[in-house]
């Protein structure tokens, strides 16, 4: 009887075992490959401008959370600085990968402080010298987190999603400057290229006059030539402004994401910052620059992790229960607890603490990097402002009127070569100058605006799921500031 016994106890063993891990499987997730395919990425990148549906409908969502955004996106009769900003926020490579991020921190975040899985365990043994029953243990463990681990878990991932969430934002902020600077310095390269299409007008007009006193022998063929050397500096200034101006368009068509390649034309225009003078300046500094928003939600983290590390001192209770056979049936039972009187953890917590006290002094000596900043773009900004009212007050009249005056004289036959070009040199570069200091200060408002943060608290730019390839890249619903 015993001998036909054991395949029974066998089988039913084996028939529990199976069952279990049977069960414990049906909460497995299945892998599902996804191949990286560049080339389809490539058309998705060249098609941005062509099915502009998604980006209009972002503008729309931006403009409804009351970010700054075009009442309409309409890209075929070129795009304005207020829609290059929207097509950046949408499709900018870098803010594409910070949004990812942001994903990978959410991820992390919604299952964080699970409980541990169960841990099942099987023994088996088969005494060959007698004919006992086959001896099994089958026991199932678990986990209680009375030490309240798993809640401090979820509270530093959430903070931790949060830094990232700050990041995305102030990226995005930064983002916004960056196109408003560049977009800036694109236009004024622009305008220099008409500046020096006009200069090149006159000199041409005065070297035909200087060609025919040549021939008549009324002037030097030294003068002549100083004229006519001068026709071709101000040309190869002309085409180092061109390919300055096709250098910033393709550093444009970078930010926001499109190819450079891309059939597209771009509006001029200057950014026309808002006032930004507060009586704190600092204060306000504090209270809002986006990058300090960062390192407070970093200093968090780091609290957060330094308490879970101190809660990790604390021991979880382990309890396993189950059924096993030794010649009868019988009830496994078990319990562990970590008694924490040797290690406690005190390495962690130690590492923890350094580490908040870092995350303390990134947030001090950024907020004093900032400052300085901040200071300096003041400064640059009024001392351009001061140097671009000379100018355009005194300076630039006054050359104007000579320009005028010797082309006039020219034209009459009575030219004065080193006049005329001490005085075209002289305008070229008073003009020049002021396209340069009207850089400069633009640029100084718009950092100005940067450091000292919106006026209201900003949340990611609301993507959604209707990016297209960039579908993937965030699953934030907040509204943009």
């Not at 049977?22 to 062509?50: E, I, K, N």
């Not at 942001?102 to 699970?114: H, I, N, P």
């Not at 099942?120 to 010298?129: K, N, T």
Request: with cysteine.
């Amino acid at each position: 009887m015993e001998q036909t016994d054991r395949p029974h106890f066998v089988r039913q063993a084996m028939s529990r075992g199976a069952c279990t891990a049977v069960g414990l499987l049906f909460g497995c997730q299945a892998y599902q490959p996804s191949p990286l395919d560049l080339a389809a990425h490539r058309d998705a990148v060249d098609a941005r401008l062509t099915n502009p549906e998604p980006i209009a409908a972002f503008a729309e969502r931006l403009a409804a959370g009351g970010a700054p955004a075009p009442e309409s996106f309409d890209p075929t009769d070129g795009l304005t600085l207020a829609e290059g900003e929207v097509v950046a926020l949408f499709a900018n490579p870098s803010l594409r990968l910070a949004r990812m991020e942001m994903g990978v921190s959410l991820a992390a975040a919604e299952y964080a402080g699970l409980w541990a899985d169960p841990v099942f365990g099987f023994d088996g043994a088969e005494i060959l010298s007698t004919a006992d029953p086959f001896e099994y243990g089958l026991v199932l463990g678990v986990t209680i987190p009375i030490s309240g681990r798993l809640g401090v878990e979820r509270d530093r991932a959430e903070a931790a999603y949060d830094a990232d969430v700050r990041r995305v934002v102030d990226a995005e902020w930064a983002l916004r400057a960056r196109v408003r600077a560049t977009w800036s310095a694109w236009s004024a390269s622009r305008q220099r290229e008409d500046l020096l299409r006009g200069l090149i007008g006159r000199v041409e007009r005065a070297s035909a006059v200087t060609d025919r006193l040549e021939a008549a022998g009324e002037l030097t063929r030294v003068e002549a030539r100083l004229v006519r050397s001068e026709l071709v500096e101000l040309r190869g200034a002309q085409v180092k402004a061109a390919a300055d101006s096709e250098r910033l368009r393709l550093a444009l068509l970078g930010l926001m994401g499109l190819a450079p390649d891309v059939e597209v034309s771009l509006v001029p225009g200057v950014f026309s910052a808002p006032p930004t003078d507060y009586p704190d300046a600092v204060s306000r500094l504090i209270e809002a620059n986006t990058t300090l928003a960062v390192r407070r939600a970093e200093y968090r983290t780091a609290e957060e992790a330094l308490r879970l590390e101190v809660r990790k001192q604390y021991p979880d209770v382990t309890i396993g229960g189950g059924l096993g056979s030794e010649n009868d049936e019988r009830l496994l039972l078990g319990f562990s607890i970590p008694v924490p009187i040797l290690n406690a953890n005190r390495g962690g917590i130690a590492e923890a603490l350094a580490r908040r006290e870092l995350a303390r002094g990134v947030a001090q000596t950024t907020f004093e990097a900032l400052s300085r900043e901040l200071a300096a773009a003041q400064a640059t900004r009024d001392g351009a402002a001061r140097q671009l009212e000379v100018l355009k007050r005194d300076l630039v009249p006054m050359l104007d009127d000579q320009a005028t005056e010797i082309e006039r004289l020219a034209e009459l036959g009575e030219v004065n070569t080193l006049v005329m070009l001490e005085t075209v040199t002289r305008n070229y570069e008073a003009k020049s100058g002021m396209l340069d200091l009207r850089v400069e200060q633009v640029k100084a408002e718009i950092e100005i605006a940067r450091l000292l943060g919106p006026d209201e608290s900003m949340s990611p730019a609301p993507v959604g799921s209707d990016v297209g390839d960039l579908s993937a890249s965030t699953s934030n619903t907040g509204g943009a500031g």
